[in-house]
Each structure stands twice: as structure tokens, then as C-alpha cells.
């Protein structure tokens, strides 16, 4: 499974941004797909997840400002942050796990983006 971001760029402060990244390749095992950050200096932190059946998950710290969303028809998932701020400037990772939630056969697996920047400025 291959994963690509995009979406990044530099924002101004309080604007939105629509991350999305889609899986391809053999998708058949794909389960959870989300999205982490690791601002400049610190450590990668998961910023939202879905599972395949829809159920989100967002961060305690993003739930006011992050909507995660997805196609399972195009193995998409979305990242929408509102009112950007400028220590939400990081590195954005999409990923994704095969698990056998998919399909019993399935081995479980993480997969990870490549990053997309997004820089927020005053």
C-alpha cells in the first residue's frame, strides 16, 4: 500500500486547510487511516483516525478545530483544520494499518506517508 498526501502549503492564521491522502496498491486489508503531526522539535502525535465502518477518533487537543472524514470508495481520508494557528505549523503524516478487521486473513501492518508540510503564519 502506498500512501499520498497532499493538501500542505502555508496558511495565515485562522484560515482552514483540507488535508486528504489516498491509499493504492492492495487495499484489501485496509482498516484504520488517519493522520499524526510532528510540529518543529517535537514528537509525531496522532491528530484524528477513522475506522472503516466510519467510527472517528479525534485528539482530545484537536477536537475543536479537526474533522476527519473518508471514502472507502476511493481509500481517501480527509484532515479539515479550522482556525489554524501558527503552532499547528508541522509536518502532517497520513497512515493506515491492514488489520484483520478488514478481512480475517490479514496481517497487521502500518503504513505511513511521506508528510505534507503546512506552515501557519502569523
Known amino acids: 500500500v502506498q500512501l499520498m498526501e497532499s493538501g500542505g502549503g502555508l496558511v495565515q492564521a485562522g484560515e482552514s486547510l483540507r488535508l486528504s491522502c489516498t491509499a493504492s496498491?492492495?487495499?484489501?486489508?485496509?482498516?484504520?487511516m488517519g493522520w499524526h503531526r510532528q510540529p518543529p522539535g517535537k514528537e509525531r502525535e496522532l491528530v484524528a483516525a477513522?475506522?472503516?465502518?466510519?467510527?472517528?477518533y479525534v485528539a482530545d487537543a484537536f477536537e475543536a478545530r479537526c474533522t476527519i472524514s473518508r471514502d472507502n470508495v476511493t481509500n481517501t481520508v480527509y484532515l479539515q483544520i479550522d482556525s489554524l494557528k501558527p503552532e499547528d505549523t508541522a509536518v502532517y503524516y497520513c497512515?493506515?494499518?491492514?488489520?484483520?478487521?478488514?478481512?480475517?486473513?490479514?496481517?497487521?501492518?502500518?503504513?505511513w506517508g511521506q508528510g505534507v508540510q503546512v506552515t501557519v503564519s502569523s
Open positions: 477513522m475506522l472503516k465502518d466510519g467510527t472517528p
Open positions: 496498491g492492495d487495499t484489501s486489508c485496509l482498516s484504520t
Open positions: 497512515n493506515a494499518d491492514d488489520h484483520p478487521d478488514a478481512q480475517a486473513a490479514c496481517i497487521r501492518y502500518d503504513y
